[in-house]
Every structure is written in C-alpha cells, then in structure tokens.
C-alpha cells in the first residue's frame, strides 16, 4: 500500500498509548489499531483533525506516501 500510516511514531514521540488516545479522541482501540497497523482504507477528515489536535501534529506527520516496489 503506498500510503504510509506514521501514527505509532507520533504517539512514541508524544509518549501516549493507544488507549490514551483512543479516550482523548473517542475512537474505539479496535478502530485506532486498524488505522495504525495501515490496514484502514480510510479516514475521516474528523477523525484525522482529532488525532492531530491530541497529538499535537499536522496530517503530513501522519501520512505519507511511499511509492510501491
């Protein structure tokens, strides 16, 4: 998938676990763990404003795009 999810590192830099920022954005773990392992095929405009406004991060921090091999 050319699309690379980079949320696990921003929550490592921001030191906060999955489940703190599954309460501050109020997404299920279940659903916050399909998006970090880049298995979404996607995601709400919403749902990524809230995850930047907890971790403190722009939409690039998060996303980017990898050319396939």
Known sequence: MPII???DV???KRKMSLNELS???DITLANLSILKTGKAKA???STLE???KA???Q???LLEYGKES
């Open 55 to 57: 971790l403190d991060c």
């Open 23 to 25: 309460e501050k954005v």
């Open 59 to 61: 939409p690039g921090d």
């Open 10 to 12: 921003m929550m490592a």
């Open 43 to 45: 995601v709400r405009f």
């Open 50 to 52: 809230s995850i930047c």
């Open 5 to 7: 999810v980079n949320l």
